[in-house]
T-cell receptor, first 117, second 112 residues
Framework: NAGVTQTPKFQVLKTGQSMTLQCAQD?????MSWYRQDPGMGLRLIHY???????DQGEVPNGYNVSRSTTEDFPLRLLSAAPSQTSVYFC????????????????FGPGTRLLVL | EDKVVQSPLSLVVHEGDTVTLNCSYE??????LLWYKQEKKAPTFLFML????IEKKSGRLSSILDKKELFSILNITATQTGDSAVYLC????????????FGKGTLLTVNP
């Protein structure tokens, strides 16, 4: 049971390049989400998904696309990278609705540190 | 607009002190509140609070939720240098719009 995995761990991009941040979980969680974390800003929700084929925008969706074709994978795509997207990106997953409290706990991946020059 | 506000934003204490971290929330269809500890990596889970007035406890850490006043507190007694971290709270919204909203965190520094 690997939990939530993210690749790559670190990436440097030039302005205008595109890339995909990968996220996978093997816990059969319905809910998956992407956050970015910047100094002094806490965790801000980019996009989230409550199940395969269902995605929705969070607080800061501009410049990012997501899709959820399987329960396990939730990739985040940067279409045309900008220096403002320099950040640490976390993917997280959980059961979405459960009678058992701890099943709604969000499990975080190790993060991807992205630098856009 | 859904929001979660944590206070203070930063706090410096000495080992052995007791600290109280605050988290207030205004979100639609509130379901639960989560507390996390974040050191130099991904956040790690501390507590989930769903019911008002019931204290959750783990060692020197405890937390309680007040759903009438829309806030939660995280207490740490007899602080140690290993408690130095950013503490995050997040509100879970249920129903058809299930999602989490995080506060900006409280940076706790415990000096020896």
């Amino acid at each position: 049971n690997a939990g939530v995995t993210q690749t790559p761990k670190f990436q440097v991009l030039k302005t205008g390049q595109s890339m995909t941040l990968q996220c996978a979980q093997d816990m059969n969680h319905e809910y998956m989400s992407w956050y970015r974390q910047d100094p002094g800003m806490g965790l801000r929700l980019i996009h989230y998904s409550v199940g395969a084929g269902i995605t929705d925008q969070g607080e800061v969706p501009n410049g990012y696309n997501v899709s959820r074709s399987t329960t396990e994978d939730f990739p985040l795509r940067l279409l045309s990278a900008a220096p403002s997207q320099t950040s640490v990106y976390f993917c997280a997953s959980s059961y979405s609705i459960s009678d058992r409290e701890n099943e709604e706990t969000q499990y975080f991946g190790p993060g991807t540190r992205l630098l856009v020059l | 607009e859904d929001k979660v506000v944590q206070s203070p934003l930063s706090l410096v204490v000495h080992e052995g002190d007791t600290v109280t971290l605050n988290c207030s929330y205004e979100v639609t269809n509130f379901r639960s509140l989560l507390w996390y500890k974040q050191e130099k990596k991904a956040p790690t889970f501390l507590f989930m609070l769903t019911s008002s007035g019931i204290e959750k406890k783990s060692g020197r850490l405890s937390s309680i939720l007040d759903k009438k006043e829309l806030f939660s507190i995280l207490n740490i007694t007899a602080t140690q240098t290993g408690d130095s971290a950013v503490y995050l709270c997040a509100a879970i919204q249920g129903g058809s719009n299930y999602k989490l909203t995080f506060g900006k965190g409280t940076l706790l520094t415990v000096n020896p």
